[in-house]
């Protein structure tokens, strides 16, 4: 059946900008980088990303997060169940994430380097002590961005057929201080 048709808004609409929207989460999630870490106490790497999404999926919170292959990080991700999302407070992201999102753990130990302490909680998520919140994450979808679907063209040129995997994990843990 046709629906009532859509008229003009009433004066309390106004145009927003999204990082508005209740919650705040596009806010949060455009100015507080984290760091992805997989693996164990003793075999881990993590490394910033800025690129993520939370909500809600197939009846449970997840977290969905972006590697290219190129990231020492991937391997660990690839390998293990889980993942962890790392945030820090004003005083140390900016020590930390000045290795953490810009060397690799390939070449240094970033931690020694950021001089932060990698923790392990219960469970076996990898967090760091000097951060406020830690998320848990469990794996259950990965896949490669494929290009032939993008549908604005441009986004292809954020790419030198370094595809993203993507990894949706589902929120099993959360930390704060
Ligand atoms: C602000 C910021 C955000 C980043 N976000 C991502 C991301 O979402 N995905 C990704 O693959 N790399 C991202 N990177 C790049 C990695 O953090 C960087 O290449 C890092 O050195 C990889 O370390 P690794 O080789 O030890 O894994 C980001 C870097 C910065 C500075």
Redesign the pocket.
């Known amino acids: 059946m046709r629906q009532t048709a859509a008229i003009k808004p009433s004066s309390a609409w106004r145009e927003a900008d999204i990082k508005e929207f209740e919650g705040g989460i596009i806010a949060r999630m455009s100015k507080d ?1 984290a760091l992805l870490a997989a693996g164990s106490a003793e075999d881990y ?8 999404l939370m909500g809600y999926l197939w009846e449970r919170p997840v977290v969905v ?4 292959p190129q ?4 391997n660990f991700v690839d390998k293990n169940d889980g993942f962890s999302l790392t945030f820090f407070g004003k005083e140390t992201k900016t020590r930390v ?1 000045k290795v ?7 070449d240094i130990d ?1 931690a020694a380097k950021a001089k932060a302490q990698p923790i392990v909680f219960d469970g076996g998520a990898i967090g760091f002590e000097e951060a406020k919140e830690t998320i848990s994450c469990r794996k259950i979808y990965a896949d490669d961005f494929n290009s032939k679907n993008f549908l604005d063209r441009s986004i292809d040129k954020l790419y030198d057929g370094d595809y ?1 995997r993507f990894y949706i994990g589902e929120i099993v843990g959360f930390y704060k201080k």
Do not use: I, L, P, Q
């Not at 790497?45 to 993520?52: F, P």
């Not at 997060?65 to 290219?68: A, I, L, S, T």
């Not at 990231?71 to 991937?74: A, E, I, L």
């Open positions: 980088w790497n993590a490394m910033t990303v800025s690129w993520r997060c972006f590697v290219r990231r020492f990080t991937r994430h953490f999102g810009f060397e690799s753990g390939k970033k993203h």
